[in-house]
């Protein structure tokens, strides 16, 4: 749950709101440092020890697997995962605003995807659609590089530049979409509602999908159309975070839960009360009636930079009591 640590309750809302059954989990926990390598990511610690072998992230990139998460089906050639964003000009550099990607209606983001198809076709790269989000389909054997998102939110844009044999092409054909986009009726017609305008596209994730060797042993729990692709194209589907408790109630060996945001809500930062209530339902309040039958044996949960450990003995930890959530997180 990378997410959590970033849920904080509005003062006011904090006697209000109470997670009795993630408090629990938190307090009865070990904590333990996360991962702090930045080429380490919560995806990588989920999937650490899969039975599907080392470097799994790398092997199957971004771009293809939410490809195959949409369409049901292994993609052919090179993705890239494509945000519409809004950039917002700092003193002497530009950053990258959130949320991304940015809140679009379904007719705006048809309409700036066919047009800007239109306006830059021949280019090599074209963009697809489908009331999800948003990917780009690239030249064959791009080889580009470049973060996701969340890790560019607020940054330097000058140093979150797409790196690679191949980005000084995807920097030329950026720049021509960013022309695009200005002024476009589509970024008019937002402004005049006081919305921020699309003024450029975030590309990451780019690459194509790997030779399958083996199929996924695990159950995995996802809202992450990455993990989601990636399970798919082993020949499994991953189940949706409401299914936890039939899941917990199956007969798993292990259970990897990967929630990219939180569950039954968009973006946490729109709305965090409702984000938490929702985890607590969904995930917390199964987690520990599990841990207090004794149907599951080990939970291990990560949260922004931290680890938590809970094994059989949670249940007897009665001098550790639940707290706010702000008390418990780093």
Known sequence: ???LARARLADDAHAAVRLPATEWLLARGCRQVGPRDGSHTWRDW???GTSLGPGLLRRFPAGPCVRAAWSGERPAGTWACAAPVHLVAALD??????PVPLPLGVEESRELVADLNQRLAGGGFTLHED??????RCPDRLDCRAPPPEQAIGGNLRELMPTGRDAVRVIAWLNELQMALHEHP??????SRGLPPVNSVWLWGFGEAGPVQGTAAEVLVTDDDWLTGLWRLHGVHAADPSALVAVLAGEAAMVRVGLAAAPGTGPVAQDPAAGLQALERQVSVPLRRALQSGSVAEVSMLAGPAVWQLGPGARWRFWRRPRLLPELLP
């Open 1 to 3: 749950m990378p997410w």
């Open 46 to 48: 989920l999937l650490e």
């Open 93 to 98: 550099h530009l950053r990258l605003a959130s």
């Open 131 to 136: 009331g999800r989000g948003w990917l780009c």
């Open 186 to 191: 589509v970024n008019a017609r937002r402004e």
